[in-house]
């Protein structure tokens, strides 16, 4: 559906230190860090799949980066767990409450889902469904 996702970032240091302790329970890995091929950032992938990816970086225009009001990356997890212990390391490393781990019965049966803030105001989503899991789309599967 997507090749890959960017969020900016204004502290790069500390924005590639909170996804790499929150993408780590959904099964994704930093790919690369880079300086040299445009504004500073990192990547992170799942082992194997060279696409999708997950990107913060500077800005490309230079300007400060911001949050996008409405918008929300969501990522799959392999189990209702992953998605608890990403928002959980989310919470201990810098990251707000959005909606604490748990099911959604709105959005389905058996959807888990959990909500948060990146340090910089980025709203993300870790969500779990039998047929995410089925699809092959979480890392663990």
Known sequence: MFSHIMV??????????????????????????YEDTGPAGATWIVP????????V???????PATWGNGAQVSFAAPTPQAAAAAWQAAMENGG?????PGLRPHYGADYYAAYCRDPEGNK????????????GIAAGT
């Open 8 to 33: 900016g970032a204004r502290d790069m240091a500390r924005m590639t230190a909170f996804y790499e302790a929150v993408l780590a329970p959904l099964g994704l890995v930093r790919d690369f860090t």
């Open 48 to 55: 194997g799949r060279p696409w999708q990816q997950f990107f």
């Open 57 to 63: 970086q500077f800005p490309f225009n230079g300007l």
């Open 96 to 100: 707000f409450d959005e909606g604490a």
């Open 124 to 135: 993300l989503c870790f969500a779990h469904t039998g047929e995410l899991a089925r699809s």
